[in-house]
């Protein structure tokens, strides 16, 4: 019995802190703290020469990206996103199996917070989203497994690649991610991976509709034709739908159309 009300306080106590993050992550009044740590997933003296060639600049398209979508929001906030470097990690995150269920997948979010409030938070700086990057050498990992962002906790968890010609794609996917952790879904179909009609297409009124300049963030890829998708090679190709606007709080009413200087 003392067992299981004490789990059950704990639980309360995380659901409490969730629904407390999620009100403050989304009041858009000041600037986001995104605190990136990065991880080398292998040995591989590529990922590790990866790793100490980056700097803050590398991640500034992703401040960038989320100015100027704000900007077209007519979000308060100029600048909602502010991305950190932090000094790479020796550990990694605890994997979830893939067959767990519900009640171990509680447990693994537990353990993956209490492993991020250990390795985070000591330097004096806001974090208000933790990101933990894990880059591999994809000669070794030519697929990664699929990068999670947990409303709980606002933790992220990126599997990336340590390829400068994929420093691009790393970043849509760690915004994607990012924009997990405020609550924002998916917009693409689980089985095929194609966007969804309107709200995964980058804009669902462009004429003709096909090819769409942009993809929509939270559906990850950009319609080519009716039946053909390709991944973004970057964010400048990305844009912030309205439906995922909605999800985290952005005035959705008001954005002006679009505007993509490198989309293609
Ligand atoms: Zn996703």
């Known amino acids: 019995m003392l067992r299981i009300l004490v789990l059950l306080l704990v639980l309360l106590g995380v659901a409490l802190s969730t629904w407390a993050d999620r009100y403050r992550s ?3 009044r000041t ?6 740590y990065p991880i080398a997933a ?26 100027r979508e ?33 009640l171990a997948t509680a447990f693994w979010s537990l353990r993956l917070r209490y492993w991020a409030w250990r390795a985070s938070g000591h330097v004096g700086e806001p974090e208000d ?10 000669a070794l990992t030519p697929v990664v497994p699929h990068s999670l962002g947990l409303t709980k906790g606002l933790i992220g968890v990126v599997y990336a690649f340590a390829a400068p010609e994929m420093n691009g794609a790393n970043d849509v996917v760690i915004a994607h991610e990012l924009l997990h952790t405020l609550g924002a879904s998916d917009k693409y179909s689980p089985g095929n991976d194609a966007p969804r009609f309107p709200d995964g297409y980058g804009d669902p009124r462009q004429v003709p509709l096909y ?4 993809a929509e963030l939270m559906a990850g890829r950009r319609m ?11 964010l400048d ?28």
């Not at 080519?224 to 970057?234: G, K, T, V, Y």
């Open 237 to 264: 190709e990305v844009v912030i739908g309205p439906a995922t606007a909605l999800e985290i709080r952005w005035p959705a009413g008001s954005a002006d159309p679009p505007h993509l200087s490198a989309g293609r």
């Open 31 to 36: 600037p986001l703290y995104v605190a990136i």
């Open 42 to 67: 292998d040995d591989s003296a590529v990922t590790s020469r990866y790793l100490a060639s980056l700097d803050a600049a590398r991640f500034q398209p992703i401040d960038l990206f989320f100015t």
């Open 211 to 214: 090819p769409q300049r942009a």
């Open 129 to 138: 989203i933790r990101i933990f990057v894990l880059y591999h050498d994809p």
């Open 26 to 28: 989304t009041r858009w």
């Open 224 to 234: 080519l034709s009716a039946d053909r998708w390709q991944q973004p090679e970057s």
């Open 70 to 102: 704000a900007a077209r929001y007519r979000l308060d906030v100029r600048e909602p996103v502010k991305t950190r470097l932090r000094t790479p990690l020796d550990d990694q995150p605890p994997r979830r199996s893939p067959s767990a269920g519900i």
